[in-house]
């Protein structure tokens, strides 16, 4: 099921177009613990990431997300890197449209009443 699974889905994994683009564009610059591969174009800035499995952003690694955005030049796979403390947190996926998603105080979706508007507060009207 793997190229039907290509052909007709996005969000698991790399689409037919993108492993084409990859095969003839694409330089291997690395891979990440979760199994992630990291390419850049042969010729051009391009660069880009193929999931292994879901296609979910939040999978990226800190330091492969600062090489994907241009803030740095050198991979990590090329240079050693140590993570800053704050970056070392355990990976948690985007939980909108689930359960577990933020439901706020007086939300539809969620108990209690929703709190007043404070003093600092004037709500525009067209009439003022």
């Known amino acids: 099921m793997g ?3 290509e052909i007709f889905t996005w969000w698991n994994g790399q689409t037919v177009g993108t492993r084409f683009f990859t095969w003839r564009q694409g330089i291997k610059v690395g891979e990440d613990e979760q ?3 990291y390419y850049k174009q042969k010729s051009g800035e391009k ?3 193929t999931y292994n499995g879901y296609v ?3 999978r990226v690694p800190p330091a492969w997300h600062a090489w994907l955005h241009h803030t740095v030049d050198t991979p990590p796979s090329e240079q050693e890197y140590t993570p800053k403390p704050w970056q070392i947190t355990e990976n ?3 939980l909108t449209g689930t359960k577990g998603a933020y439901r706020p105080k007086g939300s539809i979706l969620s108990d209690g009443q929703r709190a007043e ?3 600092d507060y004037d709500a525009w009207s067209p009439n003022k």
């Open 35 to 37: 199994g992630n591969r």
């Open 56 to 58: 979910e952003a939040t």
């Open 3 to 5: 190229i039907l699974a």
């Open 47 to 49: 660069r880009w990431v």
């Open 117 to 119: 508007v404070s003093g």
């Open 92 to 94: 948690k996926s985007n």
